[in-house]
């Protein structure tokens, strides 16, 4: 394969032959999901790389040039081959089957996950996926899970670990509960109200006093270990919690408390056993899962 003599790229192969089908640029673009003058450098710059002209203008409309024309037969046959690659990649996906265990906090397995879930199930279909909603953190070696979503990175050797996104939280209430107690304007004003805490309550006032809440075991008259649990008696208006801005954007009737604050940060980590990772099925749920993570943290 002579590598020096393929000096062009399939973006403008593609902006090339939609023009050539469609008749102008803009109405490639429409077909490509582009804009008029993204394709219109796209065709320049395979000019340029092959230093032919593959369209002249006749009035408003283009018209092919002998080397245009010459060259689509060509890139008609590129086209063809790309969709049966697309093709052959589809059907390996959905060949694919088996189960796949993934474990990941109650609540990112209640409002999260799903959504993912459906995409996973498009590309896959014929996959079987447990889903292991816990919040203590399940051993990878033991085949607990396959797969599992963590706030802190995994540190043992045999396992594979991505970052894959970086997630924000906020303090958040019931409007109906802030309309009986008034909605604080400082730090101060909030550690008069009720908190419902997650899980062990001197971790939870560790966690707020040192982000400048001064708030005590006083505060906290009600809480569960289950995040679910706990976000629901937030919903229902017993008091205070924080939430991730992904979930909270979930549900009605909750308010952000002191919105200028700036956000608590914790990362997104996907980790699996070094040995699953090569299997197919388990590969493929990895990607996807990061894929959509990265996609939602900058959409």
């Keep these: 394969m002579n590598w020096g003599a393929i000096n062009f790229d399939w973006n403008q192969v593609r902006s090339f032959l939609a023009t050539a089908e469609e008749g102008s640029f803009s109405a490639a ?24 002209t593959v369209f ?58 799903p959504a993912m879930l459906k995409q996973i199930r498009l590309a896959a279909p014929r996959l079987e996926i447990d889903v292991v909603a816990a919040n203590d ?4 070696h033991r085949r607990e899970a396959d797969i599992a ?7 043992q050797p045999d396992l594979i670990a991505r970052l ?33 805490s997650f899980g062990d309550v001197e971790r939870f006032i560790g966690f707020l006093n ?4 001064p708030v005590t075991r006083k505060n906290f008259r009600i809480g569960s270990h289950s995040g679910v649990v706990s976000w629901e008696l937030v919903r229902q208006g017993f008091g205070v919690s924080v939430m991730s801005d992904d979930v909270a954007a979930l549900t009605p009737g909750i308010e952000r408390i002191l919105p200028d604050r700036d956000p608590f940060a914790f990362p997104i980590w996907l980790a699996t056993h070094s040995e699953l990772h090569t299997a197919r099925r388990i590969r493929l749920v990895f990607d996807q899962l990061a894929e959509q993570f990265k996609a939602r943290e900058t959409s």
Aim: glycine share 6%.
């Design 29 to 52: 673009a429409r077909v490509l999901n582009q804009t008029q003058p993204t394709v219109g450098r796209q065709v320049a710059a395979l000019e340029e790389a092959l230093g032919v």
């Design 56 to 113: 002249e203008r006749v009035g408003k409309s283009l018209r092919l040039t002998t080397a245009g024309t010459e060259l689509l037969v060509h890139v008609r046959e590129m086209a063809d081959v790309a969709n049966k690659i697309s093709l052959t990649a589809t059907g390996q996906s959905q060949s694919v089957e088996g189960q796949v265990r993934i474990t990941a906090s109650d609540v990112m397995s209640t409002y999260q996950l």
């Design 137 to 140: 953190l399940r051993d990878l």
């Design 149 to 155: 979503i963590r706030h802190i990175r995994p540190t």
């Design 164 to 196: 894959v996104a970086q997630a924000s939280a906020h303090l958040y209430a019931a409007s109906s509960y802030l309309d009986q107690v008034g909605r604080p304007r400082s730090e101060e004003e909030l550690a008069q109200l009720d908190f419902v």
């Design 210 to 213: 040192p982000a400048g809440i």
